[in-house]
Nanobody, 124 residues
Framework: QVQLVESGGGLVQAGGSLRLSCAASGRTFSKSSMGWFRQAPGKDREVVATISWSGGMTYYADSVKGRFTISRDNAKNTVFLEMNSLNPEDTAVYYC?????????????????WGQGTQVTVSS
């Protein structure tokens, strides 16, 4: 089992920045691919960014490319999402997710464990 706890959300003005963190429990973190997803009101959940277990592979949704950066620190069991140039369309609940299969990377699907989410609100 993996438990995920997100932090770092909040209210920010358009053009601002936030850094989300996701702390993971469990001894298999360094072998687990991780991802950030988001769900805006009235919309389906969508992938934002994912990163392989070693950090060697990453994926970004087109809407965040060049603005968001996903990274991980396996020594601290933590994955990060650095968000810059935020705009109101980025407003959503952001979820951290983990792939339960060791040494497996899927850019957009097959994430099994989920955190409870952190709210990001961008004002215009």
């Amino acid at each position: 089992q993996v438990q995920l706890v997100e932090s770092g959300g909040g209210l920010v003005q358009a053009g601002g920045s936030l850094r989300l963190s996701c702390a993971a429990s469990g001894r298999t973190f360094s072998k687990s691919s991780m991802g950030w997803f988001r769900q805006a009101p009235g919309k389906d959940r969508e992938v934002v960014a994912t990163i392989s277990w070693s950090g060697g592979m990453t994926y970004y949704a087109d809407s965040v490319k060049g603005r968001f950066t996903i990274s991980r620190d396996n020594a601290k069991n933590t994955v990060f999402l650095e968000m810059n140039s935020l705009n109101p369309e980025d407003t959503a609940v952001y979820y951290c997710a983990a792939d339960s299969r060791p040494l497996h990377y899927s850019p957009r699907v097959n994430y099994d464990y989920w955190g409870q989410g952190t709210q990001v609100t961008v004002s215009s």
